[in-house]
């Protein structure tokens, strides 16, 4: 039932996402022109040049809204799908809680990650012009894994860098699985009430963000040895990674709250409107 509900979200959440990033996607190729335009002669032209900027003015503001609309979009989608009316068919299926809240979660993990990506490709091919660089340029001037690997084995730090990776990569993971359950928790948590829902929604909202901030600043000063003393890459890289550490820690134990405040708010008292 989890594979027909994903694929249920995928399908629902593809009509929003695909057009945006098809949008954003000819908005890089007109950016990419601009950035050509202002390169050669044409930026002589004051109108044509005050074109080119605004449209990369237009690209900039289109990547910051994709990003913020990619978790508007996985936000909304719990709310209309389990808070609203479609709610009282959701329940009648048969799925636990914890199904419907993981179909949630995996489908806006998917999107977070194929819309960063997305952002960071048409981002550097935008720019590829720049300076009169081509993708085979760019290409052939990277040295190969062996090379790399053998340079990060002289220096010393290839185990070291590889563990600030992995922590670094479970900590993004991590966070963003909690930024979905920030919402998905404050808003179960206020439409357990009869009234006022979406205002009680915000209020858990902002008491939750302070209750984690105060705990997460008492965990960090209670951190003894946070702090480097040596100046060098190796001990950098250490510092990294404990740093990393402690952001997966305090992302498992907010997650895990938040979790089970969806749960608790899915399951017990819920007022669908």
Same mark, same amino acid.
């Given at each position: 039932m989890?594979?027909? %509900?994903?694929?249920h979200e995928f399908r629902a959440t593809g009509r929003i996402m695909l057009p945006m990033m098809g949008a954003l996607l000819a908005m890089a190729l007109l950016a990419n022109l601009s950035i050509r335009g %202002? !390169?050669?002669?044409?930026?002589?032209?004051?109108a044509l040049r005050i074109l080119f900027i605004l449209t990369l003015v237009f690209f900039g503001v289109g990547i910051v809204a994709v990003s913020v609309m990619t978790l508007v979009v996985m936000v909304s989608r719990f709310y209309r799908n389990l808070l609203k009316s479609e709610g009282y068919l959701m329940f009648t299926l048969p799925v636990s809680v914890h199904g419907l809240i993981w179909s949630k979660l995996i489908v806006s993990l998917v999107w977070f990650f194929v819309t960063g990506l997305f952002i960071l490709l048409i981002m550097g091919l935008t720019g590829l012009n720049m300076a009169d660089t081509s993708l085979e340029m760019i290409i052939s001037g990277?040295?190969?894994?062996?090379?790399?690997?053998?340079k990060?084995?002289? %220096?010393?730090?290839?185990?070291?860098?590889?563990?600030? =990776?992995?922590?670094?990569?479970?900590?993004m993971l991590l966070g963003a699985i909690v930024?979905?359950?920030h919402f998905y928790g404050a808003?179960?948590?206020?439409?357990m009430f009869s009234k006022n829902k979406v205002l009680l929604s915000v209020v858990f909202f902002v008491l939750i963000s302070m209750a984690f901030n105060i705990m997460e600043m008492s965990f960090a000063f209670g951190i003894e040895d946070l702090f =480097?003393?040596?100046?060098?890459?190796?001990?950098? %890289?250490? =510092? !990294?990674?404990?740093?990393?550490?402690y952001a997966c820690l305090m992302q498992l134990i907010q997650g895990a709250v938040l979790y089970l405040a969806?749960?608790?708010?899915l399951k017990r008292g819920l007022n669908l409107e």
């Open positions: 989890l594979g027909k %509900l994903l694929k %202002l !390169a050669g002669g044409l930026s002589d032209i004051p990277f040295p190969s894994w062996s090379e790399v690997l053998q990060l084995d002289e %220096l010393g730090i290839r185990g070291a860098l590889g563990e600030v =990776f992995s922590w670094a990569t479970l900590a930024s979905c359950l808003m179960a948590l206020g439409h =480097f003393d040596e100046n060098s890459v190796r001990e950098a %890289l250490h =510092f !990294a990674s404990r740093i990393s550490m969806t749960v608790l708010g």
